[in-house]
C-alpha cells in the first residue's frame, strides 16, 4: 500500500464518535482519519469499539488509523494490541516506541507488530512513530526511526511530540533535522509522516522538505486547544486550503529551476 507521490496528505485525529462524524462533514478536505485518545498520550489509544464506530461513521474511501499508543518495550503485549486495532477496522496502525531505549528494541517491536498485524490483513499500512523530544523520555533518537521502519519491514515513519506542553516538533527537530528525516525514509523506500503541534505556518516547510503526511489535531480545534476544543469542520477546509496553497507555490517554484 504506498499513497501518491507529491502529496501532502492530511491526517485530522478526533478522539471520540462525534468528532469523527465532524470530520465525515469535511471528508473532502482530508485524507486519513486517525483514532486516537489525547488523555492517554500523545498517541493514546482508543477503545476497539471507537474504532469501529468510527470506521462506520466516516465515507468508505477514507483510510482510518489508529494508534496503539505510547507502548512500553513489551513486543508480544504490543503486537496483540496492533492486531486488536485492525480487527477492529484500522488499516493504518501507528505505534508509538515509547519505551523503547535502543534500536534494537524499537525494531523487535515493530517487527512483531508487522507480522501480527500483515498476517491477518496484508494491506495494513504500518507506522513507526517516534518522537522529536526523545531526549525529554529517554527513547529512541529520532533519526533512527527510518531504519528502524525499514528493518522492521513498516511501511512509514513518524515523528511526533511527546509531552503535550505547547512546545513544537520544530522546536525539538529543526526543519533542516526534518528535511534529514524526510530523506532517510525516502532513501528506505518508506513514506514520511511529521506530526507535533503543527500549525498552518509550518506547512510551507514542510512542504518543501517533501513531507508525505502531517499529522494535526489541535489546528483543527476549537480555540487550538486539543484537549477541551472539538474539531470544527470549517478550521479542516482553512487547514486544507494553506495545505493546497504551498503546495501549489512549490510546485511553481521547482517548475522554474
Given at each position: 500500500m504506498r499513497w501518491k507521490e507529491s502529496t501532502l496528505l492530511l491526517l485530522i485525529s478526533p478522539d471520540s464518535v462525534?468528532?469523527?462524524?465532524?470530520?465525515?462533514?469535511a471528508a473532502e478536505h482530508l485524507d486519513i482519519v486517525d483514532v486516537k485518545k489525547p488523555d492517554e498520550g500523545s498517541l493514546g489509544?482508543?477503545?476497539?469499539?471507537?474504532?469501529?464506530?468510527?470506521r462506520g461513521a466516516v465515507p468508505a474511501d477514507k483510510p482510518v488509523s489508529a494508534t496503539v499508543g505510547d507502548v512500553p518495550y513489551k513486543p508480544g503485549t504490543v503486537a496483540q494490541a496492533a492486531l486488536g486495532a485492525a480487527v477492529s477496522g484500522a488499516t493504518y496502525i501507528k505505534v508509538g516506541l515509547y519505551g523503547c531505549t535502543t534500536p534494537d528494541q524499537a525494531i523487535e517491536v515493530m517487527s512483531g507488530v508487522v507480522r501480527a498485524v500483515k498476517d491477518y490483513r496484508p494491506d495494513a499500512f504500518?507506522?513507526?512513530?517516534?518522537?522529536?523530544d526523545a531526549h525529554r523520555i529517554g527513547c529512541v533518537n529520532p533519526l533512527a526511526l527510518p531504519d528502524i521502519a525499514r528493518r522492521s519491514g513498516s511501511d512509514a515513519?513518524?515523528?511526533?511530540?511527546?509531552?503535550?506542553?505547547?512546545?513544537r516538533l520544530f522546536d525539538h527537530v529543526p526543519p533542516a533535522a526534518c528535511a534529514e528525516f524526510v530523506r532517510l525514509a525516502h532513501e528506505a523506500g518508506l513514506l514520511a509522516a511529521?506530526?507535533?503541534?503543527v500549525k498552518a505556518e509550518d506547512l510551507a516547510t514542510l512542504?518543501?522538505?517533501g513531507t508525505?503526511?502531517?499529522?494535526?489535531?489541535?489546528?483543527v480545534c476549537e480555540g487550538g486547544d486539543r484537549n477541551s476544543g472539538r474539531i470544527q469542520p470549517r478550521l479542516v477546509a482553512a487547514f486544507r486550503?494553506?495545505?493546497?496553497?504551498?503546495?501549489?507555490?512549490?510546485?511553481?517554484t521547482v517548475a522554474a529551476l
Open positions: 462525534e468528532e469523527a462524524l465532524e470530520c465525515a462533514k489509544a482508543n477503545y476497539p469499539w471507537v474504532i469501529r464506530e468510527i504500518v507506522v513507526a512513530s517516534g518522537y522529536a515513519a513518524m515523528l511526533d511530540t511527546a509531552v503535550k506542553d505547547g512546545s511529521l506530526a507535533g503541534s512542504t518543501r522538505i508525505d503526511i502531517v499529522g494535526v489535531r489541535g489546528a486550503a494553506e495545505m493546497d496553497r504551498h503546495a501549489q507555490e512549490h510546485a511553481t
